[in-house]
């Protein structure tokens, strides 16, 4: 008989044995591994040529981004950056030129740390240990135990977002994961229910579940494999559990606004600055940036020489953050003299978008600018998420 009572898993301690379910965490593992077999995706870039680099490069990449966005940067990714060292080696500069796009930055510059770290202290391979492995830039306990259960078969339970709304459902586990006690339980179930045997087919099919079928919203209940099994589906409660984050009183989102002065010189070149490391756009290059249009009317008079009358305003550009919205105004100034300087000591850099050669991390609203302003096709997507 299937039990349809909820439990409130988050008011029991670490040590109290899990309350009787509709299923055994034991009998999961076959019932998803057979699953995936049959209806699971199974030809993703990543899943072919399989190693713990490539596995390791597709978890950070696919962390806040969906799959389809991610394939085409990992293709590219794969093939200028093959092995560990050659990632380690590179610049960040095209480390950052080739995540263009695909958003939140720092996921990049942990990944090229990560990479000379395997470098200096493993000699370029991927580390075998769980410790080694979760101690590196970027990556967590479950994104450690993804990379090795996938890479190596190795028996390791995982927690992302997608494993923890199916087990939250499938389990009728009360409560919100972020909450310390209700992510013990979570994590308790995780290893209960991570099998001895095909290990990196059951984890690719629990996160696939949660990705494909138990999404956040409108799950696919009829074509589960373990809809009969799942107790909040049996209370009718798949769409409340798991619980949201309680909500503070909402309030309007900020609003910030800043200039962007773009001198381009008669060469075809702009000058950009580094962004600083932390704060958004942490390491990218990007337009000069200026907090009134006054200041960077300013600069340009000291820097080029020129009066405020040569600046020409372009189409405000408005971009979402997770926090705040930001307005861009674009400030044009053409033709100024050229400057032979390529790389210039205070952090700026006269760029060329036509030399090949040149390849930097630009904001994507910085390169869709830039391609807008000097008629650059650039290889990424104009479709791609801006970060």
């Known amino acids: 008989m299937l039990a349809c009572s909820l439990y409130n898993w988050a008011d029991m301690s670490p040590d109290t044995e899990l309350p009787p379910a509709a299923i055994d965490p034991e009998q999961l593992g076959p019932l998803l591994v057979a699953w995936q077999r049959r209806s699971g995706r199974q030809d993703l870039p990543w899943q072919r040529d399989r190693s713990a680099y490539r596995v390791w490069v597709s978890e950070i990449m696919l962390q806040q981004t969906q799959v389809s966005t991610v394939i085409g940067y990992f293709e590219r990714f794969m093939a200028r950056f093959p092995t560990v060292s050659a990632l380690g080696e590179a610049p960040i500069d095209e480390v950052l030129h080739l995540w263009t796009g695909l958003g939140y930055y720092a996921r990049a510059r942990n990944l090229h740390r990560a990479a000379r770290q395997i470098c200096e202290r493993f000699g370029g391979e991927f580390p075998r240990h769980f410790a080694d492995v979760a101690a590196l830039p970027g990556i967590g306990r479950s994104t450690a135990g993804a990379i090795l259960a996938l890479a190596y078969d190795e028996r390791q339970p995982i927690l992302d977002g997608n494993v923890k709304r199916v087990l939250g459902r499938l389990f009728a586990i009360e409560g919100n994961a972020a909450q310390r006690a209700v992510e013990q339980r979570l994590w308790a179930l995780a290893d209960a229910c991570t099998p001895a045997q095909d290990v990196a087919i059951y984890t690719q099919a629990i996160m696939d579940l949660g990705a494909t079928v138990c999404s956040r919203r409108n799950p696919a209940c009829v074509v589960c494999p373990v809809t009969t099994q799942c107790l909040a589906r049996a209370a009718a409660r798949q769409h409340e559990i798991p619980s949201p984050k309680p909500r503070a009183a909402r309030k309007a989102r900020p609003a ?124 990424l997507s104009r479709n791609a998420p801006y970060g």
């Open 256 to 379: 910030r606004a800043c200039w962007w002065l773009l001198p381009i010189d008669t060469a075809g070149r702009v000058l950009l600055e580094r962004r600083p490391e932390r704060g958004i756009w942490g390491g990218l290059w990007c337009p000069l940036q200026f907090d009134t249009p006054t200041a960077a009317e300013s600069y340009a008079r000291q820097r080029f020489a020129v009066e405020p009358a040569a600046l020409e305003t372009l189409g405000t550009i408005d971009h979402a953050f997770t926090h705040f919205d930001l307005s861009i105004t674009p400030l044009l100034l053409r033709d100024v003299a050229a400057d032979d300087r390529v790389m210039e000591p205070s952090g700026v850099l006269w760029y060329n978008p036509q030399d090949g050669a040149m390849r930097i991390g630009l904001p994507a609203p910085a390169k869709q600018l830039l391609d807008d302003l000097l008629g650059q096709t650039f290889e």
